[in-house]
């Protein structure tokens, strides 16, 4: 597979993860979701849900099921968010130290999600890790626009701005959807 092909997400956002409505699940065809933790549901080193995110995830959960893969090493933090993303009494099932874009541990999530890989979605705000994972996998993936913390200057935006740039050389087109 080429560099363009694994690092093109299928759709692009230009909004947080609260923008996937049930509408664009069901134009997609996707019947579940695989949420990446820091700075897609949660800003880096938070521990909480923002209300938002939470009440979004509390309306999505209605529709699709949903996984949490982190690459975070913070086992307990990642626990603490999983508990927080309650799926009825249980926490929603999730993955810490998933190394993405390594496929091992995002095929596990995956495949507990108990669905055809192409109906799942990589739902993500990094290129390098959760979109080339995604792809890698064969899910649909959905990058998002990064939550920080507010009055926060971007910690990865360097690093966000050169993931982009490298893209955009190698034939990605990174266009959002309204």
Same mark, same amino acid.
């Given at each position: 597979?080429?560099?363009? *092909?694994?690092?093109? +997400?299928?759709?692009?956002?230009?909004? =947080?993860?609260?923008?996937?409505?049930?509408?664009?699940?069901?134009?997609?065809?996707?019947?579940?979701?695989?949420?990446?933790?820091?700075?897609?549901? %949660?800003?880096?080193?938070?521990?909480?849900?923002?209300? &938002?995110?939470?009440?979004?995830? #509390? &309306?999505?959960?209605?529709?699709? +099921?949903?996984?949490?893969?982190? #690459?975070? %090493?913070?086992?307990?933090?990642?626990?603490?968010?999983?508990?927080?993303?309650?799926?009825?009494?249980?926490?929603? +099932?999730?993955?810490?130290?998933?190394?993405?874009?390594?496929?091992?541990?995002?095929?596990?999530?995956?495949?507990?999600?108990?669905?055809? /890989?192409?109906?799942?979605?990589?739902?993500? &705000?990094?290129?390098?890790?959760? %979109?080339?994972?995604?792809?890698?996998?064969? @899910?649909?993936?959905?990058?998002?626009?990064?939550? @920080?913390? +507010? *009055? =926060?200057?971007?910690?990865?935006?360097?690093? $966000? =701005?050169?993931? /982009?740039?490298? =893209? $955009?050389? !190698?034939?990605?087109? !990174?266009?959002?959807?309204?």
């Amino acid at each position: 597979m080429r560099w363009v *092909n694994l690092l093109q +997400p299928d759709l692009i956002l230009g909004q =947080s993860v609260v923008g996937i409505t049930p509408e664009v699940l069901q134009a997609k065809g996707l019947k579940g979701l695989i949420l990446d933790v820091d700075e897609t549901i %949660v800003p880096v080193g938070r521990r909480k849900l923002d209300e &938002d995110v939470q009440i979004w995830i #509390n &309306d999505i959960q209605k529709v699709v +099921p949903i996984s949490l893969v982190s #690459n975070n %090493v913070g086992y307990e933090r990642i626990r603490q968010i999983a508990e927080g993303v309650m799926l009825g009494s249980q926490p929603v +099932p999730f993955v810490a130290s998933a190394g993405k874009p390594s496929r091992r541990k995002l095929r596990t999530a995956a495949s507990n999600l108990g669905l055809p /890989f192409d109906q799942i979605a990589m739902v993500g &705000d990094r290129l390098f890790t959760d %979109v080339l994972a995604g792809n890698r996998v064969g @899910l649909f993936t959905i990058l998002v626009q990064p939550m @920080l913390e +507010p *009055n =926060s200057k971007d910690p990865k935006n360097l690093l $966000r =701005s050169a993931e /982009f740039w490298v =893209s $955009r050389q !190698l034939g990605v087109t !990174l266009k959002s959807v309204p």
